[in-house]
């Protein structure tokens, strides 16, 4: 941590930052530059709110250097991290595919769309059996029964399983069937929630929150890995803006500014990006093109149908023709599918 | 719903419409304009995806004429509620003032703050016994040994006690120690957590997410309130935009707005709004002038050692200041605190 | 400025920076803590693009101390700028009300209005000539000759008259007619307009920019200072959100936070700062109790017959009411109106 | 237009807005539904503020059914237009590149990179010669002798020119010596400019504001079309949000939405919309991978001693090999560059 102080500073007022410094524990390196004196602050400075020096009386500005997650970081961890998941392998050179529809909605439905997933280089199936919705009259979601007939869908054609809890107590449910636990956007500062994932055996896609700047998404994550999970990838799902014409406004270059700030896997969620079935195909596309390391995409044999998102789900035709043009795009990022 | 059909929409195109309009059990009042034809739609559309309907072809835009919410309307309920806990009556004509620590740091703290808040025309205790925290690594509340000391520490004092759960999991010690629930902004939408609280005998105190909009602020209320407890009170506590001088933008005109959609009293927290303790007193000013219902505020007899938030925390002269000021501008919109 | 090196930076990336610092002819005081280099870079950085050394192989962090805008500051003018327009003194312990319609109409209409305003405590008659229209089928003003009928009303009664430019082009009528010229919030980065307003002998009424942060307020005030007029007073009048109830997010906090940064006088414009009749007093009375020096408020005879705007404008009485409840708030801040 | 009443709307209620719209000259549409009445509104309404029936007591809501664009607009020009600026066709199946400095620093300079651009299927030359600059103390371009100068450079290399217009008085000199006059995103909504710029012959590139809606965009492109001039290219640059990681969030939904609303051509300027160099790259393959019809990029072969912006300007080598990677992502879309 860094303290810049005023130019008109007193004496007694550096006196003073330092007192509060020395009693909080810090060592203090002291710069006394031509215009401005520099305080260096050594210690465990993580925990500090810098907000409570910056009020001092003759301080200018309060500088955090170091960033405040560590686990998460790069800098500490250089080297991608891998998490394999049956034959998939996220964070790899291979980009991996996880497809399915919003809700499980039945037995036949689940099975339905999981068999008509193989052979599109899709690896993981995705489906919701807790639903979070906005209005407490909606569908909320088939519960553990949706888990069973997704395991059972998955298995049969050799997928493996994302679903998303809701609350610490999905979490055991969750562990019986699923291979990768999520966490939905309006959760990512579920702190209870997120330091109970940090105990579990099972890797955890992190959505961002809809208005949650990348290090608040690391934090997230941070909290996951404090608790002794390192295997969490993290999702971009777009943000809140002005704009309203699209559902959200997704942020393509959060994906290369967390390649270069995390090792942890980058995956997009164009879906809920912009929440247009129309327009799914290009962010998909474009996710690629900058980095992504895999993508989830909503799927239906009848999305006009589906329980929910349908008109952000793609029919099975529409994401084949995808998988193409995605593979291509691969190439030019040296990349495979 | 009315759905709004494109000057060039072909009669199979309209059909189309109508016939998934039947299947979901609508009736319909067709309305053939000059140039456009427009389909009245009739029944419980409320659940209704409108996007569903927007993808279709020759269609131009869905209008939901319905809110999505209706126990927390002003449309079916237009006498302003007024919840009663102790002496204060919240959204009545007269201000309920809530004060007190961020976080509840010992039984000593909370006593001398407690007691320090007598005379001041404060009725409501506030403290924080689980907080959520951005990092892992923070102070993470003293969980219910805190909501004892505050509970004890209150009656000595005879003010009532708003305190926060983070969790479906701390509603069983709240509700032993706590006369107001309150629900943080990154709960907002915690869906499982409002549920639970919807069967709740007390109050709560719902605070706007950071990125929410009203309308979403209502469906929140709407979910607590659709399982049975109608008591909540909505607080405004800054949004999230692109300026960074403040921490939150403070979105002043959600008062009188709320104030219009909703029955429910609409509070302010103007400590959190703006993160910065000399700017608290002129937002808690101007939140009195904008029709708020009661204020909820940080104060601390040292906030330069309180254990978080100190840099918004008022000194207790400060607060006293600041309620004399309060009071003036309350006669100007015909109120008493 | 100061650049902070990452705790790995090796020598040569080191020497390389200070290579560069000394390529641009400034000094540096270098100081080696135990994590981190710390290099205090001395002379004309305020042109600096810190971006340029964030990019450098081993750069940390890079922080300008001091602020780009200097004229605007208060670090180097502490004491307030008042403004006198006829006998009102703008920035002074006395509010200033500014009132008038949103575009002059007719010689009738703004002498109406400029009569009904006598007895209302306002100094300032405001109305539009040149207006900037999203569309280009709107009206657009009656141009030189609205400033004609507009400066012939205000004279009848004894008012000032404030009215905007929209381009370099209309600085010549305006100078004939205006007391005080505004810039609207889409030309607050007009930079060839604001250079030319630099050389005016009036003072500028400057609008926010719809998504300005303070800072670049502050820079275009400097723009307009730097030329060497120095009369410029700030006006908040709302910034773009996700929020789509209101017309704009009404950014209360700029008040305080611009009293504190600039001497320059900070009004707010309550009538765009909301977009909605009914709402605009919460809005005034809110940015009086939180210490603006003024307001400016579209008002009408007839608003329902207003050629623009006429939506958010109030009506006489309306204005009149409001004007009563400022006077009793202007007291609890130590003011008058 | 249409005119959604309350539920609880009376006769009279109806009559007053049915009376304000005849004296609007509308002819009315009415439909009493089961349970709302709905009057659709025919005639010229594109120029009504909708908020002036909104606020009529009685009146639920008012939809705009026909967009305020027109020329603008897919609707009513279904094929896409295609802008011939010498050999390069933009809005065509092929992508046109367009690269060069950010400001035009010296002859030398702009031959130079000129130069090395041939050979890289470039064949528009950008520069800046007149610099819009937050800070009036920053370099603030050659004017009229650097036009003159990358005239020369692009007449040597083979290549068109674009180049920024600050102000209606620039427009004179840039028709000398431009092949496509740029409005940079500050400028969007200077509708002197706009205007003006409708009376040239020449194609328009217009930069979508910093916080301009696609609509607001549109209009824009409108107020130009309007004045005659219907050769306007689109450009997505970035739009500010909460996240401070980049300098802006680049919408790269925009491309997709804005090639179904209207039949313009849409470029992407990745530079401006991350300002990171080591991102631009990830940023320009989206753009392709999205749908864009072409590129704007900052190169210079000396990026460190760039007057302005050279933290986001490429080096010309890695420009070549973007363009490599962008040939590949071209044909997943079926395009070629």
Redesign the interface.
Known sequence: M?I?ME?SATDEQIRQVYE?LIDQGF?I?R?T????T?L?V?GKT??V?I??Y??HDGV??V?R?SE?YKLASR?FHPTDTIIKVGKAEIGSNTIVLMAGPCAIESREQIRRISKELKGTSTSILRGGAYK????????QGLGEDGLKFMREAADENGLKVVSEV?????IIPALKYVDIIQVGA??M???????ELGKVDKPILLKR???A????LL?SA??IM??GNHNVILCERG????????RN?????????LK?LTHLPVIADPSH???????VA??A???????ADGLIIEVHYDP?HAA?????TLFMEQYDKLVK??K??A???DRTI
Chains 1, 2, 3, 4 share one sequence.
Do not use: C, W
């Not at 979070?132 to 569908?139: E, G, I, K, L, V």
């Not at 943000?239 to 699209?246: K, L, S």
């Open positions: 860094i810049i130019n509060r060592d390196h710069s530059g031509s215009t401005h520099v260096g050594v993580d925990l709110d907000r409570d910056e009020i200018h500005e500088i250097i405040p800098t979070p919705r906005t209005s407490p009259y909606s569908f809701m609350d610490r107590m999905d309006r959760n500062q579920n702190f209870a929630l997120l330091k929150g809809m208005s700047t990348l290090k608040e934090m941070e909290y404090a608790g943000i809140r803006t002005f704009e309203t014409y699209t406004t997704f942020d393509i270059s959060a994906i290369p500014v270069e990006g912009i929440g247009i079935r129309n327009k290009p962010l596309r474009a996710s690629v093109a900058a980095g006009d929910s998102d349908g008109a952000q043009e995605l291509i795009i190439t030019a990022v």
